[in-house]
């Protein structure tokens, strides 16, 4: 009996799978283009201890060809040079200094770093980008765009992990690439209901209407897009604005990572009931979306399971070709989106067929920081700043 559920079980995973594979293609690019539309567009940097990247930041704002911005860089009480960092690019930029404003605060966390910062913008739009990302040439006049539709309210770019070099790296820069791919399909579906902080812009108005960032949860930035959608606003997806960011250097690193994000998502969950399953956000935001991946949190707990019966069935199968066409349906779904995007080199192609191997190890860690996220939340411990070795990226 538990074989037949496991069975039936893959099956619907894989289903689920292709239909987001699927709708993600029906998902259209954004051509519309208007140099007319120009409106001053804030750019919130907020800083803890990121001196080995906050440089390449924003020369990449600065360089991105898009004038009509002021940059606002927040130090949250960095015990590195930052600070000294902002201030000599602010210096080397002395005939545009106007454009960089830099706040030096004591340490209060990412939330309290943005609410200032918007608090001293004085953008109509507020750009939001954190300090160990560049932004892609191009990416805000593509972001800004979107809202010379006055129907528009936040418009959110692609997260791209740069230092992919390594097999750790490369197995995030993959899962990023499908998380992303999702988002077209919750663009298709009107359910974009989680904008990344590291590339996302939000008319001004809209975020002194929801009240700002708040302090309670270890993922600000998923609360406050809870509270933009629950108020009725339109969120669209660009796909083509792009922002490369650093992931995760050692395992470490990308538990501290996990472990905030699932604390962060369970706060928002138990602070925001209000936000769940009702259908004024939209019958297939609050009936399958919401309800799908607060599912795909719990079945992080039936993954050992899913690992042993999986990996023994490639052992002891008397189907060889079959099991090796399982082993490599993943990688090759990757390979696939990914060469969407870019050329992949062969040593790119290559490393993914470990793919399904580097997943298993992520999934035991996704296991452990869903166990710790719980923990703190019986215990009322909060998930600071996520903190790991940063080299910086190319």
């Known amino acids: 009996m538990l074989l037949v559920i496991i069975r039936y079980y893959l099956i619907y995973s894989l289903a689920r799978l292709l239909y987001y594979i699927c709708v993600g293609f029906l998902y259209k690019r ?38 009509n911005l002021e940059i606002v860089c927040v130090n949250d009480g960095s015990s590195d040079n930052t600070i000294e960092q902002v201030e000599k690019l602010r210096k080397r930029y002395w005939k545009n200094k ?3 404003v830099v706040l030096d605060q004591e340490n209060t966390g990412k939330a309290g770093a943005l609410n200032n910062g918007i608090k001293t913008a004085k953008g109509e739009i507020i750009i939001t980008i954190d300090a160990d990302s560049y932004v892609c040439k191009g990416s805000i006049r593509k972001l800004i765009n979107a809202f010379s539709d006055e129907n528009t309210d936040v418009s959110i770019g692609k997260i791209i992990v740069g230092n992919k070099d390594s097999i750790l790296g490369l197995t995030q820069y993959f899962e990023y690439m499908f998380g992303f791919h999702y988002k077209q399909t919750q663009h298709v579906m009107n359910s974009i209901y989680i904008f990344p902080g590291a590339l996302c812009a939000v008319r001004k108005s809209v975020i002194e209407d929801v009240g700002y960032f708040d302090h309670y949860s270890s993922t600000e930035d998923l609360d406050l897009s809870m509270k933009i959608r629950h108020n009725g606003h339109r969120v669209v997806y660009i796909d083509d604005a792009r922002c490369v960011t650093e992931g995760a250097s050692d395992i470490k690193g990308l538990l501290n990572q996990r472990t905030r994000w699932r604390h962060g998502y369970l706060q928002c969950l138990m602070f925001r009931k209000d936000f769940l399953f009702k259908s004024d956000k939209g019958w297939y935001l609050s009936y399958i979306e919401i309800p799908l991946s607060i599912i795909g949190i719990l079945e992080s707990f039936t993954f050992p399971l899913l690992f042993f019966y999986l990996w023994s069935q490639i052992v002891i199968t008397e189907s060889p070709v079959l099991s090796i066409a399982s082993y490599l349906l993943l990688p090759y779904v990757f390979i696939l989106l990914a060469s969407k995007e870019e050329k992949l080199s062969l040593r790119t192609a290559t490393m ?20 710790t996220a719980i923990y703190r939340i ?10 790991w070795d940063r080299k910086g990226i190319a």
Request: aromatic fraction near 8%; charged fraction near 10%.
């Open 378 to 387: 019986m215990t009322n411990k909060q998930s600071a700043w996520t903190v």
């Open 352 to 371: 993914s067929l470990l793919i399904p191997l580097l997943f298993t190890v992520v999934s035991f860690i996704e296991i452990a920081s869903l166990l």
């Open 30 to 67: 954004n051509q519309r283009t208007v140099t007319r539309y120009n409106p001053l567009a804030s750019v919130i940097i907020p800083a803890w201890n990121e001196s080995v990247g906050i440089q390449k930041t924003i020369r990449s704002v600065m360089n991105n060809g898009y004038n």
């Open 98 to 100: 106007n454009k960089i």
